[in-house]
């Protein structure tokens, strides 16, 4: 393929994950990665530009949430820090841990949690709570870990977990692409200690395509109801689930 032509294919990927990343508060990285790993890069390299690319992706995206009202500050710090320390062990990991491992680990909590928030999205009366809930600092610990080990994760646990605990679809979203941004970022950084610069058209396709993407996916979760903003994101969540079963059994 051209390398024109490649970079317009990654950009339209990545426009279109950045969209439903910015609505639902997850799936950037899952889309990105399989177009990355369709091409035969290997998992550590495929998870290193996916890490690339969201620290701008996710940057624009959380300063456009910022901008709209969706980001809390007591939350984002309670996730962020964690998050980071998860990001950096978790990049050493990957080049020692096979990443069908955190997969297998992961798949039974996104199926569950899938299936609670779609009975949840059902009877969710119109609610706003913005407290930080509790065990959050954990939270972010493991999914940091999670997303740098597995390619993808942060947001499929941040997400669920906090919306399923009562806080309010738009800023949990927000405040977890903020924060996104912070630990893709350290993420990062370890990557290029363990793997180097990778694959430089699909990380500047994704970047351009994402960034582009992003003012709309931020407008689109503020104008969102939280019931389909919740019914969505237990598709998402359950989608990401079977994903990883059908990867197994294959």
């Known amino acids: 393929m051209p390398p024109l ?33 369709g091409l035969g890069l290997p998992p550590a390299v495929a998870s290193a530009s996916v890490h690339y690319a969201e620290t701008f992706t996710c ?3 959380g300063l456009s949430h910022l901008a709209a009202g ?4 007591q939350l984002f710090w ?7 320390l998860g990001a950096v062990i978790g990049a050493y990991v990957v080049s020692h841990v096979p990443a069908m491992w955190m997969r297998l680990a992961l798949t039974p909590y996104l199926l569950g949690m899938g299936l609670f928030l779609l009975l949840r999205g059902t009877r969710l009366k119109s609610r706003h709570d913005d407290s930080v809930p509790r065990a959050t600092h954990p939270l972010g610990l493991i999914a940091g870990f999670a997303d740098a080990v597995a390619g993808g994760g942060w947001s499929a646990v941040t997400v669920t977990t906090l919306v399923a605990r009562g806080a309010t679809p738009r800023t949990v979203i ?25 694959h430089g058209t699909a990380v500047l ?3 351009a395509g994402g960034v582009a993407a992003a003012p709309l996916g931020a407008l689109f979760a503020r104008h969102l109801p939280a019931r ?7 598709t998402a969540v359950l989608a990401l689930g079977l994903n990883n079963v059908m990867k197994v059994l294959h």
């Open 70 to 73: 969706n980001v809390r500050r």
């Open 59 to 61: 940057g624009a995206s």
């Open 174 to 198: 927000g405040t977890v692409h903020l924060a996104k941004c912070v630990v893709s970022a350290a993420a990062s950084v370890s990557f290029l200690l363990h793997v180097g610069a990778t």
């Open 205 to 207: 396709g994704l970047i």
């Open 228 to 234: 389909a903003a919740t019914l969505l994101a237990a």
């Open 78 to 84: 309670a996730l962020v820090l964690p998050g980071v």
């Open 5 to 37: 032509s490649e970079f317009l294919t990654f950009a339209a990927v990545g426009a279109l994950a950045q969209l439903v990343d910015g609505a639902l508060g997850m799936a950037y990285g899952v889309v990105s990665a399989a177009m990355l790993l």
